[in-house]
């Protein structure tokens, strides 16, 4: 089952929660920011209450996509899968 998450603000967004139904099995993330001027720095990463280990950090351009498919599985009874945004771009987040 895919996650959809539109997020347009300053804000820390926990994508799959640690021990939650959805399983840590994931193909793709597609990040993509559909705001007509504003950049946005996206922080993706796994957390375990106590550590952060990042995936990826990057800006992402106005009306462009990030797409990441490789080795993006992780153990959901350990970890927590977080996004940070750094500004009031709109951003759509999909995880298959």
């Known amino acids: 089952m895919a ?20 399983g840590g099995s994931i193909n793709k993330i597609t990040i993509a920011n559909h705001d007509n001027t504003d950049l946005v720095i996206v922080k993706l990463y796994l957390y375990d209450s ?17 797409v990441l498919d490789d080795n993006l599985s992780f153990d959901v009874s350990r970890y927590d899968l977080k996004l940070d945004t750094s500004t009031t771009a709109e951003i759509t987040v999909i995880i298959k």
Do not use: F, R, V
């Open 3 to 22: 996650i959809y998450k539109n997020i347009s603000s300053i804000a820390t967004t926990t994508l799959i929660t640690k021990g939650g139904n959805q």
């Open 50 to 66: 106590t550590n952060t280990y990042t995936i990826t950090e990057t800006t992402i351009p106005a009306l462009t996509t990030l």
